[in-house]
């Protein structure tokens, strides 16, 4: 059974950093491309960052760029959000994701609470 | 950038009826557009793939359609459990992703 198990997330200040993870199990996890998608509080779905199976390539939507950084670990099945000079805006729920067929999100994560305020 | 609209924003229906949801995109997706339903609280599902293939385990109620800037996703009798948010989402700008803004199917 395919699953993935996210950790981390919470309450941070404005300008803060916070790490999320997510491993994944009941898959090779080396072989697919992972995700991270959010969503702030009543508002829709946003595409966050994606990386390559073995890492080597990364891309993020323009608002989180040189803030964000995606990264994975495939020995430990798990790919990882690094989030700093963090504003309210970036307050959501984030969640991890595999990549089908390049394109659509076949299995997520159970989400995790980011909250950005003072 | 590819941009996709969903209509309508909320679709007002009693169990048993049909729902049809629209996404529109704003140039050619090819076949690459996925449908995904979301209750609160919890991860969207992936419900069609390929503008009508249906992910494993979804119900033949689901159907899929459309392809290049048109699709259409069709539940064909509303069951209790169907009344969610439903997102369409396309890879037209590989590798970057984008969603519809969505379509809330809430009971009459």
């Known amino acids: 059974e395919v699953q993935l198990v996210q950790s981390g997330g919470g309450l941070v200040q404005p300008g803060g950093s916070l790490r999320l993870s997510c491993a994944g199990s009941?898959?090779?996890?080396?072989?697919?491309?992972m995700s991270w998608v959010r969503q702030a509080p009543g508002k829709g779905l946003e595409w966050v960052a994606n990386i390559k199976p073995d890492g080597g390539e990364k891309y993020y939507v323009d608002s989180v760029k040189g803030r964000f950084t995606i990264s994975r670990d495939n020995a430990k099945n798990s790919v990882f959000l690094q989030m700093s000079s963090l504003s309210v805006d970036d307050t959501a729920v984030y969640f991890c994701s595999r990549v089908q067929d390049s394109y659509f999100f076949d299995f997520w994560g159970q989400g995790t609470l980011v909250t950005v305020s003072s | 950038e590819i941009v996709l609209t969903q209509s309508p924003p909320t679709l007002s229906l009693s169990p048993g009826e049909r729902a049809t949801l629209s996404c529109r995109a704003s140039q050619s997706v090819g076949q690459y557009l996925a449908w995904y339903q979301q209750k609160p609280g919890q991860a969207p599902r992936l419900l069609t793939y390929?503008?009508?293939n249906r992910a494993t385990g979804i119900p033949a109620r689901f159907s899929g359609s459309g392809s290049g800037t048109d699709f259409t996703l069709t539940i064909s009798s509303l069951e209790p459990e169907d009344f969610a948010l439903y997102y369409c989402?396309?890879?037209?700008?590989?590798?970057?992703?984008?969603f519809g803004p969505g379509t809330k199917v809430d009971m009459k």
């Open positions: 989402q396309q890879r037209g700008n590989w590798p970057l992703f984008t």
């Open positions: 009941g898959f090779t996890f080396s072989t697919y491309w």
């Open positions: 390929d503008a009508s």
